[in-house]
């Protein structure tokens, strides 16, 4: 009978895709000490974190001392470190401010990864505090059609699969026109971010909106962030989506608890799959199901 409820983008039946965020670019030691800088620390994250159950890790290149890098030879050797200890799929990211477009597509252009972040679309982007009554940060992340338009070119030219990363409503609705340009083929691949002052509230009524506008053809992730993070891992595995976790969204297990890995993270979120009756996804199936081409 279950068979009977599934709908297009609701398929609760199929596997459940894992990716792991290893490190982000904003957070570091003081923070948290397992996040990696150098790429042999990134490798053995991302061997704990598919040896857990993750199909993906997206990666935000570092220099060794911990810094955001945009370079191509610093995405490279950590590409190669990672590949070189397990057959995950790797995810670059080219989300950045006030760095030029040629320079974020750069790693994604010359080292050709599986899948590539685009972000669909800008905002607001903050993080208050409540107990000061002030903003800890605040400023515009600013992502016009102006460069999603060759961001998204670029990807298609390099045969790498677009991960459309939406903190909005809105961001989905951007999908159509480059649908409508043969810029995005099915199955589209989206990351619905939950959680960030200025996109889209964290609960269960929303993600399902949102999901709710995606195209025909769509292969969906949530990403829940900070606390709100397990909340909304689980309330994708229930609607039939995949998951994203990592000390780039998130640094704890449970309440007062620090992951001491990414594995661990991943770990509770394929237990918490398996515990809604669903598999977890192998990284050979969501090759084939997203039909990618590269590592």
Known sequence: ??????????????????????????????????????PEEYAAEAKRAYDAGAAVVHIHARKPDGSPSYDVEDYRRIYEAVTSLCPVIINFSTGAIGIPVEKKIAPVKEIKPAIAALNMGSMNYAKYHEKKK???????????????VPLVTTMKESGVKPEMECFDSGHIGNCFPLIHMGLLEPPYQFSLIMGVLGGMPPTADN????????????????????????RMVAS????????????????????GVMALSNGELVEKAA???RDQGREVASAEECRKRLGLRHR
């Open 1 to 38: 009978m279950g068979s009977f409820w599934i709908t297009d983008n609701h398929d609760y039946e199929r596997p459940c895709m894992i990716t792991c965020a290893l490190s982000g670019v904003v957070a570091n030691r003081d923070q948290c000490p397992g996040i990696p800088y150098k």
């Open 134 to 148: 002030s903003f800890v940060f605040d400023f515009v992340f600013a992502n016009p059609f102006s460069e999603i």
């Open 207 to 230: 993600l399902s909106h949102q999901v709710r506008l995606l195209p025909p053809g769509s292969d969906w992730e949530v990403i829940g962030i900070s606390h709100d993070q397990w």
């Open 236 to 255: 994708a595995i229930a609607l039939g989506g995949n998951v994203r976790v990592g000390f780039e969204d998130n640094f704890y297990i449970s309440p």
């Open 271 to 273: 237990r918490m799959v």
